[in-house]
């Protein structure tokens, strides 16, 4: 299974970015394998669409879950659409490691 983790940045010590469509990184944790790889968001400056195009960064990524503060509505229409799964944190300030870390407990 695999997870994007949105992030200011490209390491595991990254902050956790609450932004979906306009993050500056994709953290994509690998449960099976348990590796991560970190993708620049090349939409994140774009004018419009940032939400739908992100969205379908994530389905081409092979995501089956992404972690974001917030989605917005043209962003939550295409993840559904992809059958990629939602989850909304709302803990700004944790690490990447952080999250990796609460997905591995459950």
Not at 38 to 46: A, H, P, Q
Request: include cysteine; aromatic fraction near 8%; charge should be neutral.
């Amino acid at each position: 299974m695999k997870t994007i983790i949105t992030s200011t940045g490209n390491n595991l010590q990254s902050v956790f970015d609450p932004r979906f469509g306009r993050a500056g990184w994709f953290c994509v944790y690998d449960r099976e394998s348990n590796s991560t790889n970190f993708i620049e968001n090349s939409f994140k400056n774009v004018n419009g669409g940032a939400g739908t195009k992100t969205s379908e960064m994530a389905a081409e990524l092979g995501a089956n879950q992404v972690i974001s503060g917030d989605f917005g509505p043209k962003a939550r229409t295409m993840l559904e659409k992809f059958k990629i799964q939602m989850v909304i944190l709302e803990d700004e300030g944790l690490s990447v490691q952080d999250i990796i870390d609460r997905i591995n407990k459950n």
